[in-house]
């Protein structure tokens, strides 16, 4: 039954609005026209944002940085609980979605699917946002170009949601 409605409910939703805009008088077709028309220009406004954002994360990775923090911090995450190996997904979730599911591809192929470790890189990657893409993406798109204090509140965010991660982690695969 899940099946069924997951695969219908998508074209039942565009009948809905199609059906709820023309019920309305609303120009369905022209309307939905603008909107893709304004979403290509948001688009265009954005890239420069997006291809920092990817150029830094490339960066970051290749140069090691990502491996010499490891090191670096290891006896303090020995004191929260947190593997050494966890470090990059943390550090890069919230920088990039896709760099994190590399980094969650790396550590499942290392681990194994039923590792502690593996379990625990899944709970991460679900209890945290990709802070700084989703600011210069929303912020790029409206022209804010100084995000004081959001990207304060979004690391702390970022790290409230690894330390209940680890924690979950903790009660349940250890």
Do not use: Q
């Not at 830094?56 to 006896?75: H, K």
């Not at 022209?143 to 982690?169: C, E, N, P, Y």
Request: glycine fraction near 10%.
């Amino acid at each position: 039954m899940i099946g069924t409605v997951s695969l219908a409910i998508i074209p039942l939703l565009v009948a809905f609005f199609v059906t709820y805009g023309a019920f309305h008088k609303v120009p369905v077709y022209e309307t939905f026209t603008e909107g893709a028309k304004e979403g290509f220009e948001i688009s265009i406004r954005i890239i420069p944002y997006l291809i920092a954002m990817m150029v830094a994360v490339a960066m970051f990775r290749a140069s090691g940085a990502i491996d010499l923090l490891s090191l670096a911090f290891e006896p303090i995450l020995k004191w929260i609980g947190m593997p050494a190996d966890l470090l990059p997904l943390a550090i890069t979730r919230s920088l990039s979605g896709s760099g994190a599911r590399g980094i969650f591809a790396e550590i499942a192929n290392t681990y194994g699917g039923n590792n502690p470790i593996t379990k625990t890189a899944a709970v991460m990657l679900g209890s945290s946002e990709t802070t700084f893409y989703v600011l210069s993406v929303y912020f790029g798109a409206i022209g804010v170009k100084k995000f004081r204090h959001a990207v304060a509140a979004g690391i702390v965010a970022d790290l409230a949601g690894i330390l209940v991660a680890l924690l979950v982690s903790k009660l349940f695969f250890y």
